[in-house]
Every structure is written in C-alpha cells, then in structure tokens.
C-alpha cells in the first residue's frame, strides 16, 4: 500500500484564505503566506492554494500570492483557479507552484490536459473535480459550484486519466464545509475507476473522518481546510490518529 498524504488546502479570496459551506457563505480566516509556513513547518504532505473565486470572476490566478507561498515552504505546491491555457500554467510553475490543478477549463477544453501533460509532465497536472449528486450518480460543476454540466463524474475521471493528468482532485459539493465526513460512496467509485492518485476532498470534521477514507476507498491522499485553519487539530494530529489505526502515513 502507498503511503497516504495529508495536505491542507487554502481557499483564496482577495489575497486572503476563506472558507464556506456548500461554496458559498466566504468568512475571513487569515493570511495564505503564514497559513502556509505553518503548514509546512506542521509536516504536511503538500499544501493546495485554490483562488476560488479567479473563474467565476473571468480573471487569471494572483501570481504575487503564488511566489510569496512557495517562497515561504519547503512542501510540493499545488496551485488551481482560474487557470485556462498553456501559458497560465507555465506562468503558475514559474511563479513557484509544484502542480496545476485545472478545472473548468478542463471540461470546456479537455484537450488542454492532453496539452499540458505532453509540455510539463503528467505528474505536474491534477485535475480538480467538484462533484454534486444527482439522483443516483454525480455530475461534474464548474465555476465554483454554480455550473451542471450534466458530465458523470465517474465517467469524466476515467476520461481525464487517459487525456494524461496525473492526478484527481476530488471534492465533494455536498459535503464542503459540512464538517460531516468525507463523501465515501463518490470517493469511493472514483479511486475505483482509475488507476492514478484521487485526492479525497469535501466534509471533514473528526480525525475519524481521515481514517475512515483511507480505509474505506482507494484515494491516496485527504485534504481539509477549516479543521486545520480553526486548530481544530494539527497534520500530526492526523497522521498520529491513522497510524494508530494501521494507516501507512508518509513521513514528511
């Protein structure tokens, strides 16, 4: 079994780090530069930096935030929002990101990520996948939640795994911010249906939360936000907790 990774998520807002439920109702939690040092010196896996808002707005993702993060930690940086071309994401991995997740600009232009593994490398592009359920499957949204596409997410994975992307980003609509648990059963039929990395993503509230999707699904890593913002608990607080529960951890 691969070792599992922890990795907090900071969404961005104007220069700041927010966070909502359900993608809506933003609140203020601190600065993404400290955030991120802290993050980093916690012995987190890698650390995620979405500007949430870059999409929706029609605007590129804030280069000066990039630099100022990856200039300040020591982890494997993802960057996502707002990122829609080629020279986007050599200006993302200029500016210091390890990884470009895509999303929207994934699914209006799939032949992006075709482009973009062929030009950086397959292990540098991540897919991000905002998924909401609808009857007994889910679809795949766009701009922050607010867009159905009508695309199966199971079907959309296995379609961006064979376009060349490296990884899967995986988060739950439904569950964001709920603080209830992880979406096991979408989670659970993603990391089935491909062979590369999902980043479980989306609800969690409780160290149970991370040990119960590790243990329940395939995914190869869980992201959280708000439990790590809030102090709720610490990445070794994590760590520790499933590796108590017979979880391999990776060993920042």
């Given amino acids: 079994m691969e070792a599992k990774r922890i990795i907090p998520c900071l969404d961005t807002k104007d220069g ?37 808002s870059a999409t929706t707005e029609g605007r590129e993702t804030v280069i000066d935030v990039i630099q100022n993060v990856s200039q300040n930690i020591t982890i494997p940086l993802i960057i996502g929002g707002g990122i829609g071309s080629i020279e986007d994401i050599q200006r993302v991995l200029d500016a210091g990101a390890s990884k470009v997740g895509i999303n929207s600009a994934a699914v209006k232009n799939p032949q992006l990520i075709k482009e973009a593994a062929e030009k950086f490398g ?43 992307a490296g990884e899967i980003l995986l988060t739950s609509v439904d569950t964001d911010g709920v603080k209830n648990g992880f979406d096991i059963p979408l989670t659970k039929a993603v990391s089935e249906a491909v062979q590369i990395p999902v980043i479980a993503s989306g609800g ?24 790590f913002h809030e102090n709720t608990f610490t990445v070794d607080d994590v760590k520790t907790a499933c590796k108590e529960q017979g979880v391999e951890m990776r060993e920042a």
């Avoid at 040092?37 to 995620?48: F, P, Q, R």
């Fill in 16 to 52: 700041k780090v927010v966070k909502g439920t359900n993608f809506v109702g933003l609140r203020e939690l601190g600065d993404p530069v400290e955030l991120a040092k802290k993050y980093s010196n916690d012995g987190a896996d890698e650390l995620v930096v979405l500007d949430i």
């Fill in 122 to 164: 397959s292990d540098r592009i991540v897919v991000a996948i905002d998924a909401q359920k609808y009857g007994d499957s889910w679809n795949v949204v766009t701009h922050g939640g607010s867009k159905d596409t009508g695309l199966d997410v199971v079907e959309w994975s296995k379609e961006v795994e064979s376009l060349g």
């Fill in 204 to 227: 969690v509230g409780t160290l149970e939360h991370f040990v119960d999707v590790f243990k329940e699904t395939k995914v190869a890593a869980a992201l959280a936000a708000s439990v």
